[in-house]
Protein backbone atom coordinates (compact mmCIF):
# COMPACT_ATOMS: atom_id res chain seq x y z
CA UNK A 1 0.00 0.00 0.00
CA UNK A 2 1.54 3.05 -1.22
CA UNK A 3 1.84 6.11 1.34
CA UNK A 4 1.28 9.19 -0.15
CA UNK A 5 3.42 12.07 -1.14
CA UNK A 6 4.26 15.37 1.09
CA UNK A 7 3.65 18.23 -0.49
CA UNK A 8 3.16 22.01 0.75
CA UNK A 9 0.39 24.19 -0.21
CA UNK A 10 2.16 27.55 -1.07
CA UNK A 11 -0.78 29.77 0.06
CA UNK A 12 1.44 29.13 3.61
CA UNK A 13 4.04 31.30 2.37
CA UNK A 14 2.85 33.64 -0.57
CA UNK A 15 4.46 36.26 1.00
CA UNK A 16 7.56 34.94 0.68
CA UNK A 17 7.17 33.39 -2.71
CA UNK A 18 5.89 36.54 -4.18
CA UNK A 19 8.68 38.43 -3.09
CA UNK A 20 11.41 35.66 -4.10
CA UNK A 21 9.94 32.60 -5.90
CA UNK A 22 13.42 30.75 -6.46
CA UNK A 23 14.77 30.99 -3.26
CA UNK A 24 11.55 30.33 -1.29
CA UNK A 25 11.28 27.00 -3.52
CA UNK A 26 14.87 26.06 -2.70
CA UNK A 27 14.17 26.67 1.16
CA UNK A 28 11.60 23.88 0.30
CA UNK A 29 13.37 21.44 -1.71
CA UNK A 30 16.16 21.57 1.23
CA UNK A 31 13.93 20.48 3.47
CA UNK A 32 13.50 17.39 1.17
CA UNK A 33 10.30 18.04 -0.62
CA UNK A 34 9.78 17.03 -3.96
CA UNK A 35 6.13 18.60 -4.39
CA UNK A 36 4.11 21.80 -3.74
CA UNK A 37 0.88 22.42 -4.44
CA UNK A 38 0.71 26.04 -6.74
CA UNK A 39 -1.55 28.69 -5.33
CA UNK A 40 -2.46 32.01 -7.27
CA UNK A 41 -0.47 30.67 -10.37
CA UNK A 42 -3.08 31.69 -13.22
CA UNK A 43 -1.51 35.05 -13.51
CA UNK A 44 2.14 34.06 -13.46
CA UNK A 45 2.27 30.16 -14.85
CA UNK A 46 5.38 30.67 -16.71
CA UNK A 47 6.81 31.96 -13.74
CA UNK A 48 5.71 29.53 -11.26
CA UNK A 49 6.94 26.81 -13.89
CA UNK A 50 10.61 28.54 -14.22
CA UNK A 51 11.31 28.76 -10.17
CA UNK A 52 9.96 24.72 -10.15
CA UNK A 53 12.24 23.59 -12.63
CA UNK A 54 15.45 25.29 -11.01
CA UNK A 55 14.55 23.76 -7.72
CA UNK A 56 13.52 20.58 -8.91
CA UNK A 57 9.90 20.60 -7.46
CA UNK A 58 7.13 19.39 -9.26
CA UNK A 59 3.05 20.66 -8.70
CA UNK A 60 0.90 17.98 -9.14
CA UNK A 61 -2.00 19.56 -7.68
CA UNK A 62 -2.96 23.10 -7.71
CA UNK A 63 -5.39 25.60 -5.79
CA UNK A 64 -7.70 28.14 -8.79
CA UNK A 65 -11.20 29.12 -8.67
CA UNK A 66 -13.38 27.68 -10.80
CA UNK A 67 -17.39 27.83 -9.68
CA UNK A 68 -16.94 31.71 -8.22
CA UNK A 69 -16.89 35.06 -9.70
CA UNK A 70 -14.44 36.00 -7.04
CA UNK A 71 -11.88 34.05 -5.15
CA UNK A 72 -12.91 34.89 -1.13
CA UNK A 73 -10.00 34.66 1.28
CA UNK A 74 -10.17 35.71 4.64
CA UNK A 75 -7.48 38.31 3.89
CA UNK A 76 -9.17 39.25 0.69
CA UNK A 77 -10.66 38.41 -2.36
CA UNK A 78 -8.97 37.03 -5.83
CA UNK A 79 -10.69 38.04 -9.62
CA UNK A 80 -11.25 34.70 -11.43
CA UNK A 81 -10.48 34.16 -14.92
CA UNK A 82 -12.21 31.89 -17.32
CA UNK A 83 -12.22 27.99 -16.41
CA UNK A 84 -9.98 27.77 -19.80
CA UNK A 85 -7.34 30.14 -18.64
CA UNK A 86 -7.12 28.06 -15.74
CA UNK A 87 -6.32 25.05 -17.61
CA UNK A 88 -3.96 26.53 -19.94
CA UNK A 89 -1.96 27.65 -16.55
CA UNK A 90 -2.12 24.87 -15.12
CA UNK A 91 -0.79 22.57 -18.22
CA UNK A 92 1.76 24.88 -18.26
CA UNK A 93 3.06 24.05 -15.06
CA UNK A 94 2.45 20.61 -14.91
CA UNK A 95 -0.22 20.75 -12.39
CA UNK A 96 -2.57 17.49 -12.88
CA UNK A 97 -5.57 18.45 -10.85
CA UNK A 98 -6.85 21.41 -10.25
CA UNK A 99 -8.55 22.08 -6.59
CA UNK A 100 -11.26 24.72 -6.20
CA UNK A 101 -10.33 25.89 -2.99
CA UNK A 102 -13.57 28.26 -1.88
CA UNK A 103 -17.26 28.26 -2.82
CA UNK A 104 -18.67 31.46 -0.59
CA UNK A 105 -21.14 30.64 2.31
CA UNK A 106 -24.30 31.11 1.62
CA UNK A 107 -23.97 28.90 -2.02
CA UNK A 108 -23.93 25.77 0.60
CA UNK A 109 -27.27 26.63 2.75
CA UNK A 110 -29.83 25.30 0.08
CA UNK A 111 -29.98 22.11 -1.54
CA UNK A 112 -30.55 24.19 -4.93
CA UNK A 113 -27.46 25.76 -3.89
CA UNK A 114 -25.32 22.72 -3.64
CA UNK A 115 -26.71 20.99 -6.59
CA UNK A 116 -25.79 23.97 -8.34
CA UNK A 117 -21.89 23.90 -7.12
CA UNK A 118 -21.84 19.80 -7.89
CA UNK A 119 -23.10 20.52 -11.79
CA UNK A 120 -20.56 23.83 -12.23
CA UNK A 121 -17.54 21.51 -10.86
CA UNK A 122 -19.36 18.58 -13.53
CA UNK A 123 -18.93 20.63 -16.26
CA UNK A 124 -15.69 22.00 -14.98
CA UNK A 125 -14.33 18.91 -15.14
CA UNK A 126 -15.57 18.12 -19.18
CA UNK A 127 -13.47 20.84 -19.97
CA UNK A 128 -10.52 19.80 -18.10
CA UNK A 129 -10.70 16.65 -19.42
CA UNK A 130 -9.04 18.34 -22.85
CA UNK A 131 -6.61 19.54 -21.31
CA UNK A 132 -5.26 16.03 -19.53
CA UNK A 133 -6.27 17.30 -16.13
CA UNK A 134 -8.70 16.67 -13.52
CA UNK A 135 -10.65 19.13 -11.14
CA UNK A 136 -11.01 19.12 -7.15
CA UNK A 137 -12.46 20.68 -4.67
CA UNK A 138 -11.17 21.67 -1.09
CA UNK A 139 -13.21 22.16 1.87
CA UNK A 140 -13.29 24.98 4.75
CA UNK A 141 -15.81 24.68 7.30
CA UNK A 142 -18.85 26.13 5.88
CA UNK A 143 -19.94 23.09 3.77
CA UNK A 144 -21.26 21.36 7.34
CA UNK A 145 -23.61 24.04 8.24
CA UNK A 146 -26.58 22.42 6.33
CA UNK A 147 -27.88 19.20 6.64
CA UNK A 148 -30.39 17.73 3.97
CA UNK A 149 -32.28 14.50 5.24
CA UNK A 150 -29.42 13.86 7.68
CA UNK A 151 -26.45 14.50 4.97
CA UNK A 152 -24.47 17.10 5.40
CA UNK A 153 -24.05 19.99 2.33
CA UNK A 154 -20.54 18.33 1.73
CA UNK A 155 -21.55 14.81 1.94
CA UNK A 156 -24.75 15.63 -0.82
CA UNK A 157 -22.26 17.52 -3.00
CA UNK A 158 -20.01 14.62 -3.15
CA UNK A 159 -22.70 12.33 -3.77
CA UNK A 160 -23.85 14.45 -6.36
CA UNK A 161 -20.02 14.84 -8.14
CA UNK A 162 -19.16 12.89 -11.05
CA UNK A 163 -16.61 10.23 -9.84
CA UNK A 164 -13.89 11.99 -11.44
CA UNK A 165 -14.16 14.90 -9.22
CA UNK A 166 -11.22 14.84 -6.47
CA UNK A 167 -11.78 15.48 -2.86
CA UNK A 168 -9.20 16.79 -0.91
CA UNK A 169 -10.12 17.64 3.00
CA UNK A 170 -8.62 20.25 5.08
CA UNK A 171 -8.63 18.14 8.48
CA UNK A 172 -8.48 21.03 10.58
CA UNK A 173 -11.73 23.05 8.79
CA UNK A 174 -13.33 19.59 9.13
CA UNK A 175 -12.84 19.43 12.44
CA UNK A 176 -13.87 23.27 12.48
CA UNK A 177 -17.17 22.35 10.85
CA UNK A 178 -17.88 19.90 13.50
CA UNK A 179 -17.00 16.88 12.21
CA UNK A 180 -15.65 12.99 13.26
CA UNK A 181 -12.53 13.91 10.77
CA UNK A 182 -11.14 10.15 10.89
CA UNK A 183 -15.13 8.63 10.33
CA UNK A 184 -15.54 11.53 7.27
CA UNK A 185 -12.38 10.13 5.93
CA UNK A 186 -13.47 6.83 5.89
CA UNK A 187 -16.52 7.43 4.52
CA UNK A 188 -15.06 9.44 1.06
CA UNK A 189 -13.14 6.26 0.35
CA UNK A 190 -11.39 6.38 -3.03
CA UNK A 191 -12.77 10.22 -4.05
CA UNK A 192 -10.07 11.46 -1.35
CA UNK A 193 -6.79 11.73 -3.05
CA UNK A 194 -5.49 14.88 -0.92
CA UNK A 195 -5.94 15.75 2.52
CA UNK A 196 -4.09 18.93 3.96
CA UNK A 197 -2.20 18.27 6.85
CA UNK A 198 -3.41 21.57 9.48
CA UNK A 199 -3.04 21.39 13.09
CA UNK A 200 -4.16 23.88 15.95
CA UNK A 201 -6.91 24.72 18.46
CA UNK A 202 -10.10 25.30 16.02
CA UNK A 203 -12.53 27.65 16.82
CA UNK A 204 -15.65 27.26 19.34
CA UNK A 205 -17.93 27.37 16.94
CA UNK A 206 -17.85 27.31 13.61
CA UNK A 207 -16.00 30.79 11.89
CA UNK A 208 -18.08 30.18 8.56
CA UNK A 209 -21.89 30.18 10.26
CA UNK A 210 -23.89 33.05 8.84
CA UNK A 211 -24.52 34.31 12.55
CA UNK A 212 -20.99 33.98 12.92
CA UNK A 213 -18.52 37.41 13.67
CA UNK A 214 -15.51 38.14 10.84
CA UNK A 215 -12.57 36.67 11.59
CA UNK A 216 -9.05 37.03 9.78
CA UNK A 217 -6.48 34.01 9.05
CA UNK A 218 -4.62 36.05 11.61
CA UNK A 219 -6.99 35.07 14.24
CA UNK A 220 -6.42 31.33 14.28
CA UNK A 221 -4.71 29.42 17.20
CA UNK A 222 -2.47 26.76 14.15
CA UNK A 223 0.43 24.93 15.58
CA UNK A 224 2.89 22.34 14.40
CA UNK A 225 1.55 19.23 13.34
CA UNK A 226 0.95 16.79 15.95
CA UNK A 227 0.31 19.37 18.19
CA UNK A 228 -3.13 20.68 18.41
CA UNK A 229 -6.30 19.34 18.70
CA UNK A 230 -6.91 17.94 15.33
CA UNK A 231 -6.76 14.21 14.93
CA UNK A 232 -4.30 13.75 11.91
CA UNK A 233 -2.93 10.45 12.54
CA UNK A 234 -6.44 8.53 12.81
CA UNK A 235 -7.44 10.79 9.91
CA UNK A 236 -4.29 9.84 8.13
CA UNK A 237 -4.31 5.85 8.50
CA UNK A 238 -8.00 6.14 8.05
CA UNK A 239 -7.52 7.31 4.03
CA UNK A 240 -4.60 4.70 4.09
CA UNK A 241 -4.68 3.61 0.38
CA UNK A 242 -6.79 6.51 -0.95
CA UNK A 243 -4.96 9.49 -0.27
CA UNK A 244 -2.12 10.73 -2.38
CA UNK A 245 -0.73 13.98 -1.24
CA UNK A 246 -0.45 14.75 2.51
CA UNK A 247 -0.09 18.70 2.18
CA UNK A 248 1.25 20.86 4.73
CA UNK A 249 -0.53 23.99 5.04
CA UNK A 250 -0.73 27.25 7.74
CA UNK A 251 -3.14 29.75 7.14
CA UNK A 252 -1.49 31.27 9.98
CA UNK A 253 2.27 30.08 10.66
CA UNK A 254 2.74 30.34 14.05
CA UNK A 255 6.49 31.26 13.46
CA UNK A 256 9.01 31.57 10.87
CA UNK A 257 7.06 29.12 7.89
CA UNK A 258 9.65 27.54 6.62
CA UNK A 259 10.61 25.94 10.29
CA UNK A 260 6.95 25.46 10.84
CA UNK A 261 7.00 23.54 7.55
CA UNK A 262 9.91 21.11 8.44
CA UNK A 263 7.95 20.25 11.84
CA UNK A 264 4.74 19.39 10.73
CA UNK A 265 6.89 17.34 7.59
CA UNK A 266 8.90 15.91 10.61
CA UNK A 267 5.30 14.40 12.22
CA UNK A 268 4.82 12.80 8.92
CA UNK A 269 8.06 11.60 8.20
CA UNK A 270 8.59 10.02 11.95
CA UNK A 271 4.82 9.14 12.23
CA UNK A 272 5.00 6.79 9.04
CA UNK A 273 2.34 9.11 6.84
CA UNK A 274 4.34 9.93 3.97
CA UNK A 275 7.21 8.79 1.62
Sequence with gaps: MAL?????????????????????????????LQNVE??????????????????GLESPTGHAPLLSDELWTPDGSIPTPAPEAVFEAAATIGIKTVIDPFVAVDRWLTEDGV?????????????????????????????????????????RFVASTDQTVEIELDLFWALAGGQDVPKLVSRLGSRLVAVHVKDGVVPPSNPFAPDAPAFASSSLDQRHAGE?????????????????????????????????VAASLAFLREGGFVR
Design 4 to 32: PLASIQLYSLAAEFSADPHGSLDKLAALG
Design 38 to 55: AFDFVRRPKEVRAALDAA
Design 115 to 155: ADIAERLNRAAEVADGYGLRVGYHNHAQEFIATFDGDTAFE
Design 228 to 260: GKVPLGDSLRAGAGAIRYAVVEYDNPPGNVFDD
